[in-house]
């Protein structure tokens, strides 16, 4: 079961557009997907959009759309955002399609047929924004405990699930599989959640009719977050191709925002074992980004889209700063000085510097040439074992996943061949003819150093990557190249051509208070 290698992203809703924070969740899929595709591995990486449910339906509503036609026009804004940041995902699931619909009535079908689901009366609080019910002593001054937000009684007749009957067993579950739910610390938030007692869940709505409705009942629709989680296994035929649901299921990462923990480290995987489903594999939660010291949110204006962002630095910018500045399990502010300064540092001076200055060399003394590599001297012994300690740390680094932590070690590697070309000092090897085999070794190492580089960035800046895999001299696209095989040390062919290219990351000017 689960041979293919399954990431998610949660499922966005289409009452917004999509921005940073969307984006951070998708980017960070998007590298593990990328990761295991080069290490070989079938993947399938799925995100998609959120459509039901009485916040969309508002929404749709404020604009005079209905809620399929206001659904239809935002979701190509997700679809679009995600190819411009050059984001990998094999599907994209809508919870308007008809497949999503099919698989969603089927599984809870079969939980009332278990005997897992029950009519009652609801009575309580109910926040539209986090599309959650909410006991009164949850509220903090008679607001949402979590966005702040007023909220609604609620008094009508729903379907409960059983979530109570569960609730041990996830504990169990949580407490027995240390990997299941990511970071530490936000594992013991979920254990004292559930240790605090776990009341039935309501999964139906009558009041408005902008969801699925029950098969056995109609009259109600599904609640939003029991058909939304449904998504990560109608997208892979759960219940319509056994072979392929089986082959893909369990993920091997579920990847959300830590105020959505909770549905999936509690309420998934009660549903998944009332189904008689295996669990994920692993739940990770990351932080939460501000902007510019402060919450991102429509009222204040300060929300901040992608694709600004890439106009100005480009895709791999975008994609390099999101990923080397935050801790994945930690929250994290996006300042536009922070961005300029890594930009301009590490990615105009670092690795942009290195491949012009290396690539010029190339062509000013070997006509454009990979030259021939010559016997190893303990320079390129040091930079060799470097990059082969490199491919088994990045592999550490990304099951984590700690993508700020990769990156840095990356840099390390790209800091050492910066080094080594100004201790070989290749423009006095150049005026001496005696040290031509000399010249020779230390060229054809640093773009050997730079292909090694190219290759364990491509899952982070894969446009990055293709670029100097080819001006190197590679003829073999970087598509079928494969970790750890493409990384040993040597596979540069000699006599193969360099291109000397435009400048990869163009320095940008600074203000005085920028540096
Ligand atoms: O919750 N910083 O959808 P949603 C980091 N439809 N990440 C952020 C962020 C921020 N400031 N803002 C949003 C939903 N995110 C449900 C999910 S899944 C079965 C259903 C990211 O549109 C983060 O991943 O509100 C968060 O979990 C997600 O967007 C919430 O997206």
Known sequence: MGEVFYVTTPIYYVNDMPHIGTAYTTLAADVLARYHRLKGREVFFLTGTDEHGQKVAQAAEERGESPQAWADKMAPHFTGTWKLLNISNDDFIRTTQERHALVAQLFIEKLKESGDIYLDAYEGWYCIHDESFLLSSQLVDGACPDCGRPVDWVKEENYFFRLSKY???????????????????????VTSFIELGLKDQSISRTSFAWGIPLPFDPKHVMYVWFEALLNYVSAIDYGADPERFESIWPADWHLVGKEILRFHAVIWPAMLMAAGLPLPKRVFAHGWLTVEGEKMSKSLGNVVGPDELV?????????????????????????????????????ANDLGNLVSRVLTMVDRYRDGTVPEPGAPGEEENVLREKSSALVDSLDRRLAAPAFNEALAEIWEYIHALNRYVDVSAPWSLAKDASRGADLDRVLYNCLEGLRIVSLLISPFMPGTAARIWERVGMDEPLKGARLPESAAWGLLPAGSVTTRGEALFPRKETQPEDS
Do not use: C, M, W
């Not at 609730?167 to 938030?189: T, W």
């Not at 910018?317 to 080397?324: D, E, K, Q, S, T």
């Open 167 to 189: 609730a041990g067993k996830v504990l169990r579950h949580i407490e027995e599989n240390p990997e299941f739910v990511q970071p530490e610390s936000r594992r013991n938030e």
């Open 311 to 347: 106009d100005e630095y480009g895709v791999d910018g975008y994609r390099y700063y999101f990923l080397r500045e935050f801790s994945f399990g930690s929250d994290g502010n996006f300042s536009r000085r922070t961005l300029l300064r890594r930009y301009n540092a590490e990615l």
